[in-house]
């Protein structure tokens, strides 16, 4: 990764990490800062923490409690959501701005305080306002509790990869210009692998910046994947070697083998990669994934496999990464993951259901009179494009107080229509801050349903506050009466972000047993910033233990 000499306050404590104890309390400083980097031969000031792109790793085990303290040294307003943690009645740690805190103004700074219980592997943090992410983001590494071995054989180093993309241009800059302009922003310039966009055509510039990674042959790793991309889902492939995947999104799997990795933004995947190939340098890859007529970065990524003994000048040996428009590779990913459902790793998928939910999510087209064309791209859920508030949406509902938002969101579309057919209605939406209200310990099915009403998609969707069990996918209409007979609910994959196919549905099943307000939307963030998310209020339960924790005294004022 690269790491630029700063005034840093990050205090690392993976050298200290073979002496953890269980259930320990570990501290951390993040300062957001701007630093110089220098990619696709051109240099720019980003938005970095403790000036690391990608940013500090946090280790921890299973049960510890974090305390991060962020403090914002840049102009942005900031916050950070730790993408996968349940946040247990500590919504107010969560991070999304204006949803569960407001965000932290330049010159101050907020504690987050909270616990991964009953959570191990790999997650990611990142900023959640704006398009900050796309450099201020990072892993967290939860290992299981102190004698506790992984349910797959143990192995001899973990090697952390985490993918992101790159613009040449300040994306905040990018963002609003697509905002005012009512267009679609400009695509990434590349994609990155551990920060490196590897070594580009010669007509692009001379860079051969590229990350590597030095394995000895026999030996097994445990490769921690992440995918930090702000709007591509993205394969990965190395040359020759094939991989045994055994986690995702910090849930254990039944373990498989495959040569080609699939993952969205937001997602990660733990593999075992055991290098049985000759001796020698083998290309590593990432390229996106789009099979419909959107634009997308089609710069293939690219980083390297080194054996270790590996003569300097050795030949490469190359891989051609899927095509584009691989459907096919999806979903053969995609249905070969299940939950390990084990004693000790139980799928409990509910099957009783108090909440049938059916989302309609998709992209229009609303009047926007100081835009260039007088219209403005937006996105929906049931045709809401979610206006963000003023205040946060927690708080609000802490304190009761009203205006902020109104619980009336649709649970199935006002309207319903051919939602994968030629539409023929108005591609208008309607604005509100409305959210879904649940009772304690509710269980919830929500049936995602893609839309062709500008051009279908595929849709990563991330649920904050909960994982949830993926128990059906399928292309086109969701058929009510027939689906729901070859739902998979024994051993379905659990996770926090899951891909709703182009022009096609996937339902996810949850228990609303964690109170608060949690965020439901798509994690491209292009889709986020046009209005495609939501809210679940969830109300506390009966006893104390089931009820939301009082908010901290430096909560962030909007």
Not at 179 to 208: E, F, K, R, V, W
Not at 320 to 337: E, G, M, Q, R, V
Request: proline share 8%; hydrophobic share 35%.
């Amino acid at each position: 990764m690269v790491d630029f000499s700063l005034s840093l306050t990050f205090i690392l404590l993976f050298s200290l990490f073979p002496a953890f104890v269980q259930s320990a309390t570990r501290h951390y400083n993040f300062t957001v800062v701007m630093q110089n980097f220098t990619k696709l031969c051109s240099t720019k000031s980003i938005v970095t923490v403790n000036g690391k792109f990608p940013g500090p790793t946090i280790y921890a085990r299973e049960d510890d409690t974090l305390n991060i303290r962020v403090i914002n040294n840049v102009q942005y307003n900031v916050s950070i959501h730790w993408h996968g943690v349940k946040q247990l009645r500590t919504g107010w740690a969560d991070g999304p701005a204006y949803i569960t805190q407001c965000p932290i103004q330049p010159g101050q700074s907020y504690l987050y305080n909270f616990s991964l219980t009953g959570q191990r592997g790999t997650l990611l943090w990142h900023a959640h306002i704006s398009w900050l992410r796309t450099t201020v983001h990072g892993a967290i590494i939860i290992l299981p509790k102190k004698g506790i071995p992984y349910p797959f054989p143990k192995p001899h180093k973990d090697k952390l990869i985490v993918l992101g993309e790159w613009w040449k241009t300040d994306t905040e800059a990018v963002i609003n210009q697509a905002m005012t302009t009512g267009m679609p922003p400009n695509i990434s310039d590349s994609h990155t692998i551990n920060g490196y966009p590897g070594p580009l055509p010669a007509s692009a510039c001379t860079s051969d910046q590229a990350y590597t990674i030095h394995v000895e042959k026999g030996k097994t790793y445990l490769i921690r994947l992440v995918n930090a991309a702000v709007n591509d889902e993205l394969f990965f492939k190395i040359a020759g070697h094939n991989f045994t995947v055994v986690e995702v999104d910090a849930c254990y799997t039944k373990p498989f083998t495959t040569d080609t990795i699939f993952v969205g933004p937001g997602q990660t995947t733990n593999f075992l990669l055991t290098p049985n190939q000759p001796t020698g340098k083998y290309l590593i890859a990432i390229s996106p994934f789009m099979d419909t007529i959107v634009a997308v970065d089609n710069v293939t990524g690219i980083a390297f496999l080194r054996y270790k003994e590996t003569a300097q000048f050795s030949p490469l040996l190359l891989t051609s990464p899927p095509a584009i428009n691989s459907t096919s590779s999806t979903s053969k990913f995609l249905d070969n993951l299940r939950s390990l459902n084990s004693r000790s790793y139980p799928a409990n998928v509910p099957l009783q259901i108090d909440h049938s939910l059916l989302f309609a999510i998709g992209v229009g087209i609303n009047s926007c009179p100081t835009c260039m064309n007088g219209s403005r791209t937006v996105a929906d859920i049931n045709n809401v494009s979610f206006v963000m508030p003023n205040r946060a949406l927690l708080e609000a509902h802490y304190y009761n107080i009203s205006g902020v938002f109104t619980d009336d969101f649709p649970g199935n579309p006002p309207t319903p229509f051919n939602y994968t057919g030629n539409f023929t209605g108005s591609m208008a939406t309607k604005n509100g801050t409305r959210v879904y209200r649940l009772g304690f310990n509710d269980t919830v099915q929500v049936v995602l349903q893609g839309t062709g009403i500008l051009a279908p998609e595929s849709h990563p969707f991330h649920l904050h506050g909960a994982n949830f069990f993926t128990v059906g996918r399928g292309i086109g209409n969701y058929d009510p009466v027939n689906d729901p007979k070859k739902f998979n609910l024994v051993d379905p994959v659990e996770r926090n972000t899951q891909s709703v196919p182009t022009a096609g549905w996937t339902a996810i099943r949850f228990r609303a047993d964690n109170p608060g307000v949690w965020f439901l939307h798509c994690h491209l963030e292009v889709h986020t910033s046009w209005g495609l998310k939501m809210a679940f209020v969830v109300d506390n339960g009966k006893s104390p233990n089931q009820s939301m924790l009082p908010p901290p005294s430096d909560l962030p004022k909007c």
